[in-house]
């Protein structure tokens, strides 16, 4: 990434995006050698951290409860990821107060739609964790990522609620972003909702932010040609789950939608950015791609297939795949995710697998998976009273608090970066712009 030379963070923020506005931040920015902190909470295997980083972010203090996502993230970032409950820590975390930046994405079975989507599930209270964390901290601004559905589902409306007046008694001024990593050259389509707040921000306007930063979009083909075969050098990990064929498929238009093969893992599509990886890969969940489609002669044997069924033809013996159609390696995924070069994952291969599914998996606990469920009026009721947010202290000063030390605005000016370049930041072939230099 380019340094900013000359010119502060906070004079270049204002100029170059006008629809943030920050009072008195000509007065009070920072030398332009000075980093950006920030605090990661729920960071599981480090993807969010990768990419605050890389938007010019100091990292002060991390944590998870995951302990091989923990020693993932040790190994590739740093000693200054923290094991343990969040909740054991929040009292702590107020050394930090005033940092640049908070973020993490609390984990999302109980919101999501591949899981059961229950308020009553014990994850689902760590969004109300991360906002007693941003009380206690009071950073300069936040950024909480969750699935599409708690940006966007009614049933889950109160929460949204319940988010945005916490954070406006904190002084926050808030916005819910709804982003998909493949318009920002990720070769994923990875919906995610964004909960980002801001001190002293008369309005955000993030969503105008964003376009300036869309890329084409990346097929999978494109990501991971490059690695070759697997077993080989550059793509050295295998994944041992047989691929079988389903004795009664399930038939779409597209070979890539359906199920012809056994398992939860279809065949990914080499013309398009992938499918969402969840982070319950391994094993027959893992997807399916055709190695001499990929790194060989181009042809597809599930293409050739799918039209053998659509044509009234019958299934094939359950084991007569041929030995190229095959689950994705850790290798593949990693570069899927845009996880630097060279990442270094703890754990057996199966688990390491589905955390790079992940920052959280994306931060954290890995997500699991069910049909979704409704809840009855009398369910709804108790388990609004346990998600509420109550704000043990009172509103502050939205000018300065008295703690603060009056320091510049450069978070504002890195955190688009982040949001569009995936759960990790930039990977294989793609570098993305610092927002305080974009035209």
Known sequence: MCAIDGNSHSETLLAMNPAVQFPEAMSRSRGPQEEPTAISLFSGAGGMDVGFRQAGFRILWANDIDKAAVETYR????????????NDHIPALRQYRGVDCLFGGPPCQGFSVAGKMALDDPRSQLVKSYMRAVEGVRPRSFVMENVKALGTLAKFGEVRDDLRSYADRLGYRTELVMLNARHFGVP?????????????????????????????????LQAIRRLGVQGTERNPKTCNAVVTIAATPVLRKSPYAGMMFNGLGRPLNPHAPCATLPASMGGNKTPIIDEHQYYGDGESWVESYHRHLMRGGQPYAMNDAPPHIRRLTLEEARLLHTFPDGYDFAGGSRRSTGRSATRCPATSPSRSRGPPSMCCARRRSRTRRQIAFPCSSPPPDRDRLPSEPRRGNSAASSLLTTLVCGKSGAGDGFEPSNPTLAT
């Open 75 to 86: 190994r590739n970032l740093g000693g200054h990821i923290v094991p343990g409950d969040v």
């Open 188 to 220: 994923q389509a990875r919906e995610r909702v964004f909960f980002v707040g801001f001190q002293r921000a008369d309005r955000i306007a993030f969503d105008l932010r964003a376009k300036r930063y869309v890329r084409p979009e990346r097929s999978t």
